[in-house]
């Protein structure tokens, strides 16, 4: 199978901002936007309060100054020094100017400052407070007012009346509003700027992982060999992805290489029989032959046609993996199998067998038969013909099946090897012993999907025993 077919590269036109980075960038300005906005909430928030303390501070300041102009008798409030209510910031109107009212015991009001004659009255609150002093907002028509209420307290301690002060707030105001006006204005601009630098940092966060794609992408079948080399820490997300990728390169490439192997022994192991068939039609289409000559020459192609279905099922059984051995749920009598089956295909043979009854298997008879049938013609292949001695034996719950003979013997650096597809022992080579190299890879296919496993043992004084350990289905 030509290795081109394995990957093929990744034609997509990658747009210059895909999807996930304006995901992301929407994620992260709305973010940013969130914070941008309680920041400037809480900033408002402070500055109106440092100007409400600075005009507080202010509004005190005066009280006092309008208290000490003001004498408080038995029954009267009197105005000592009526130069402090002629200053300007109390006649006229401006953004600092002072409003003063001052009211009796029973709040009519007996004193209101000149700049009040120009302007709407204030109104007088007419709560209860604690303390000498009490702040609080009120808004008249035009303006938003800071106002302090001062208690006026005789020298026996009895309330007499409260002095009023009211100052406008317009430079607070005004403060205010330009922040909330120039956060306003500059949103547009600022959301560009968040966006513009969401985008630059997303963009080079992801940065690394388009050039583990793109290598990655470069990475086909023609070059599986090759490996992402980007230089990160194994603990952190791009270090763990180059290696995930790295390690399913070396799996797919192990692959490939097991794939183009087993296509390569394939087409040779059926190059051999249809090079022998081509031989002989040649031999039989060139010159007149005897009926005799015919008819070997036949014999010989149907030999060979054997042997080309022989190999070509037992590589359609390992191509498809043997899907129906592990899904299979029929359930089979191996003793059964054995007695009416498989004894009777080697009644001319030294095979013995002694089998436990009613041994019943899940799995595929056919599979199952193909597989005893492979380790015992091995058996006899490999030791010329000699005793070969089958048994089958129910422990527990599983059962052990072995195959024993007294032939060449395996080494033991080749017991596992011998079950790798066309692998052919180093013993069978050197005698000249023929095979393909593919009976003993199916019977671990088979045996392994059946839930089972197959090893090999030393047999004594020599030969091979080879164990085969399935489950056992108990019927009862
Ligand atoms: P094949 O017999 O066609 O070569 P197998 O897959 O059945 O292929 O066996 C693989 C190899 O295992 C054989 O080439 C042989 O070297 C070795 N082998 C298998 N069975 C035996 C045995 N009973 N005794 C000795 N060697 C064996």
Known sequence: MAKDTFLSRNKIKIPLITKSVKKNSIWVISLLMIVFLIFNFFMTLQINSYFKD??????????????????????????????????????????????????DVSHNLVFRSKNLDNYESIPRKKIAFEGEYHFFDCNIKYAGLRTICAKLIDSKGQFKGCAQLSTPKIKMNEVIEKIIFFNLSTLPIVTFLFALISVFFIKRTLNPINKIINVANEISATNISKRITYEAENTDELGRLKQTLNDLFDRLESQIDEIAHFSDNASHQLMTPLTVMNTELDFILKNEHTPDEYKESLMVVEFQTKRMIHIVKALLILARDCEICATSKNVFNFSALVEDDISKIYTDQKVSFDVDKNIYLLGESDYFKMVIENIIGNALKYSNNEEVFLSGKISGDRVKIKVEDKGIGIPDE??????????????????????????????????????????????????SVFIIDLPLVNLV
């Open 414 to 463: 080749e017991k596992d090897k011998v079950f790798g597809r066309f692998y052919r022992g180093s013993r069978s080579v050197k005698d000249g012993i023929k095979g393909y190299g593919l009976g003993l890879s199916i019977a671990r296919l088979v045996v392994e999907k059946m839930n089972g496993k197959i090893y090999i043992l030393d047999n004594t004084p020599q030969g």
């Open 54 to 103: 600075t005009i507080d501070a202010r509004l005190l300041h005066e009280i006092e100054h309008v208290k000490s102009a003001i004498s408080i008798e038995e029954d009267s409030l009197r105005i000592t020094h009526p130069d402090e209510f002629k200053e300007a910031d109390m006649v006229t109107v401006t953004e600092n100017s002072f409003f003063l009212q001052i009211f």
